[in-house]
Each structure stands twice: as C-alpha cells, then as structure tokens.
C-alpha cells in the first residue's frame, strides 16, 4: 500500500498533507525539502517525521514475501528494450533504470545511435518493454543528430503488430527532449537545476538521460596537475546521476570515449578511475572490418560477461546472429 496512514499523524499534518493533496508514500519521500515546504506548512521537523512515518508504511520492518518485494520494487528493476533482440538477451532485457550505464567506444563505432534507440524505446508502453516515458538528451560534443533521428523516424517500424498498434500516431521527436552543454558548469547547472526543476514541474514522465559524451566535458578543461580537482568534479556529476536516476527510476546512458592503455594497440575507456568507479554498468562497443559491430558486456553487477553482434540499418539497430 503507497498511501500514508494519517492517524499516525498529528491533526495539524493531517490537515496540510490533505491540503497539498499529497498522500502517496512514495512521492513524500522523494521531495526534497524545498518542495515539501512549497506544498504546505512544514518545518523542517515535520518533514522528518512525516518521511519516517512514510517509510515504515512502504518498507516496513521484518520479512515479507518474495511477491510483496518484486511489488515494491517493481519500478526500480525496470529496464529499456534495445528494440534489438539478440542485444536484449545479452543485457537481460536491456538498459537498466539504475545506476550508471557507460556505453564506451571509438569514433564512429555507432554509440549514438544505440542512444538514439533508446530515446525511442524508452516511450514504447511498459508491455513492449518500454517506461511510457520521454528522453533528456544532453549533447557536450557535437549537435544533435536531428537528420539521423528522422531518417529513422521514416523507417522505424515493429515486427510486433500489437506494437505498431500501440504506437499509432505517436510522435517519436515531440518526446525527445535537447540540450546543450560544453563545460562542467554547464552540465552541473543543467542537472542540479534545470533538469530537477523540470522533472518537478512537468507532466511528462523522463524516463532516460543520455549524456552524450561524458568524456567531453572532462578531457578538455583539466591540467595535468588538477587531477584531484577534475576527480572531485566526476564525483559530483556521477553522484546526482544516481540521485537522479534512484529518485525518479530514470535510465542513466553516458557516452564515453576510449584511450590507449599501453603501446600494443589496446584501448579502454577514457577518465580513468575516478569515473569507472561511479559507473554501474559498463558496455563496449566495437567494429569489425566488414563493419559488423560489438556489443560487449565488461561490467555489471546483474548480468555475466558477454558479447552479441549487430549492424546499422537505416530503421536502426539490427541483430547478427554470432552462428551466422
């Protein structure tokens, strides 16, 4: 049950959560306090008592069922289809809507496209493995590529008829929504308050964040004597990632791009460390001569390592059967 007892409050809190119309458990304990202040008369003591009194009513104490637990953690263990098939059985259904997913590769190896699929698979109902939700996509680098995303658009089609049915007059772009970003501060200012501030105050469910790339905004502006200074500047941004995407069940996508590990040709993803640290699930990608791609699973706490082909057709992404 998401809604609040209010006998476990006093008449005076009882009164002013009726008031601001709030009484889901859930949504009191994912304001923050300067929107619990805006919807009513509440201190700073109230607010605690009242997330307390919410929380033991949506996790209470002791055992529950496993049926209890999938019920209340249904939202946080969903994951976007690739509308790929064969890349969905590698990634147990697709991208997670938890922690840090780091999609890393050369120039070229086709990221983008990956997270312009998922733009449009995040809006797919839930049934189709969708979140019926809309994509942030921040753009550091170069301009969002519009051209690409309509030549898709023409092409874009579902074997499933119940999908197509679904998706009837539903337009892809309206729900595709870009920024701009060059610099830390410019990210900094659009996740700490641009972004919250639309999340709050829009109708429309986001359902992913892709940053694409991450790498952009700190390769360029940083010395080699501030390392310790860009450290701490990922650790901010990968740290409101995760509020972000634990607070509003929101997949996190961020592009990375690769670096040379040693002088025998082998690369691996770029920021080192101090950014690996903050990702939870990290994904390769590469290409083969015939221009056939890889998809390789390198890290993730759900899923073991592995790898699936695909190629770039002009509807998107398609599978290549590793028995081909």
């Not at 304001?31 to 307390?52: A, P, V």
């Amino acid at each position: 049950m998401d809604i609040i007892n209010l006998s476990l409050l006093d008449k005076r809190l009882q009164c002013e959560l009726e008031k601001a119309g709030n009484l889901s458990c859930r949504k009191l304990i994912e304001m923050d306090k300067i929107e619990f202040q805006k919807s009513g008369n509440f201190s700073l003591k109230d607010i605690e008592m009242i997330k307390t009194v919410a929380a033991s009513i949506l996790l209470p104490y002791g055992f529950r069922t496993a049926k209890e637990s999938e019920e209340i953690f249904k939202d946080k263990w969903r994951k976007i289809t690739l509308g790929c098939s064969y890349l969905d059985d590698i990634l147990a259904g697709g991208v997670p809507v938890r922690g840090i997913t780091e999609l890393s590769g050369e120039s070229g190896v086709g990221k983008t496209q990956i997270c312009l699929q998922l733009s449009m698979t995040v809006q797919y109902p839930i049934e189709f493995g969708g979140l019926n939700a809309s994509a942030i996509y921040i753009c550091t680098e170069d301009r969002f590529p519009s051209v690409r995303l309509q030549q898709m658009l023409t092409k874009f089609t579902q074997e499933s008829t119940a999908l197509n049915n679904a998706l009837e007059d539903h337009n892809f772009s309206d729900n595709i929504l870009i920024d701009h970003v060059a610099d830390f501060e410019g990210i900094q200012n659009c996740l700490f308050k641009r972004l919250p501030a639309y999340i709050a105050n829009s109708r429309n469910k986001i359902g992913l964040i892709v940053i694409d790339s991450i790498a952009a905004i700190f390769r360029s502006e940083y010395t080699m004597k501030e390392f310790i200074h860009r450290a701490n500047d990922m650790r901010t941004i990968g740290m409101q990632l995760h509020k972000l995407a634990d607070k509003y069940n929101i997949a996190i996508v961020c592009v990375n791009q690769v670096t040379d590990a040693c002088d025998n040709g082998v690369t691996v993803p770029a920021l080192g460390l101090a950014w690996a640290n903050l990702v939870t699930t990290k994904l390769h990608l590469s290409v083969d001569q015939d221009k056939v791609r890889n998809l390789q699973v390198l890290h993730a706490p759900h899923l073991a390592p592995a790898a699936a082909k695909f190629v770039i057709v002009e509807s998107g992404i398609s599978s290549v059967n590793l028995n081909d």
